[in-house]
């Protein structure tokens, strides 16, 4: 049972490079989420997709863009990747977006030069 | 002022001990709490889920939610090594948002 599965899970960018961020779950959730981590800030909300066909921002999400593919799939994109933006990028999914606890994949830590 | 307010720790105790991890927030409208384990280099996963008040226990884990003192609280009995882990709370408004707040995480040590 693999859950919340994120590829790659380490990746050194350029700064003005740009790539994506894959993320697919086998649990049926409706729900998707990406968030970063970074250090004393806590996790924070990138974008989230409440259902599939829909997609929103979140508490940070200029420099992103989000694709939800299919039920199973939400990728993050970086158009033009930033120093700010070294951090470790956690996908997540739930359920349903209102009551159900979000169960999240291992990580994938960024580093931009 | 965050909303969600978590001592960074590090916090060190002996194995076999109780431990208490605690939280506090200002939003009244918080009314879903959460406590996640995260290891090092690792995702957060889920250990606690509790709506609303009082307490909820699994196995070694009891969360407890005391929302008139805007407080939760997450205690771990007979604690291990393996318990050694970074525990974030998290919570959520009823309706309105799909955002989940969350802490930044206390640090634990259990020493063997």
């Known amino acids: 049972n693999a859950g919340v599965t994120q590829t790659p899970k380490f990746q050194v960018l350029k700064t003005g490079q740009s790539m994506t961020l894959q993320c697919a779950q086998d649990?049926?959730?409706?729900?998707m989420y990406w968030y970063r981590q970074d250090p004393g800030m806590g996790l924070r909300l990138i974008y989230y997709?409440?259902?599939?066909?829909?997609?929103d921002k979140g508490e940070v999400p200029n420099g992103y863009n989000v694709s939800r593919l299919n039920k199973r799939e939400f990728s993050l994109r970086l158009e033009s990747a930033a120093p700010s933006q070294t951090s470790v990028y956690f996908c997540?999914?739930?359920?349903?977006?209102?009551?159900?606890?979000?169960?999240f994949g291992v990580g994938t830590r960024l580093s931009i030069l | 002022q965050k909303e969600v307010e978590q001592d960074p720790g590090p916090l060190s105790v002996p194995e076999g001990a109780i431990v208490s991890l605690n939280c506090t927030y200002s939003?009244?409208?918080?009314?879903?709490f959460m406590w996640y384990r995260q290891y090092s280099r690792k995702g957060p996963e889920l250990l606690m889920y509790?709506?609303?008040?009082g307490n909820k226990e699994d196995g070694r884990f009891t969360a407890q939610v005391d929302k008139s003192s805007k407080y939760i609280s997450l205690f771990i009995r007979d604690s291990q090594p393996s318990d050694s882990a970074t525990y974030l709370c998290?919570?959520?408004?009823?309706?309105?948002?799909?955002?989940?707040?969350f802490g930044t995480g206390t640090r634990l040590k259990v020493l063997a």
């Open positions: 997540a999914s739930s359920l349903s977006p209102v009551n159900q606890p979000q169960h």
């Open positions: 649990m049926n959730h409706n729900s």
């Open positions: 997709s409440a259902s599939e066909g829909t997609t």
């Open positions: 939003n009244s409208a918080f009314q879903y």
């Open positions: 509790t709506y609303s008040s």
């Open positions: 998290a919570m959520k408004k009823n309706s309105g948002t799909y955002k989940y707040i």
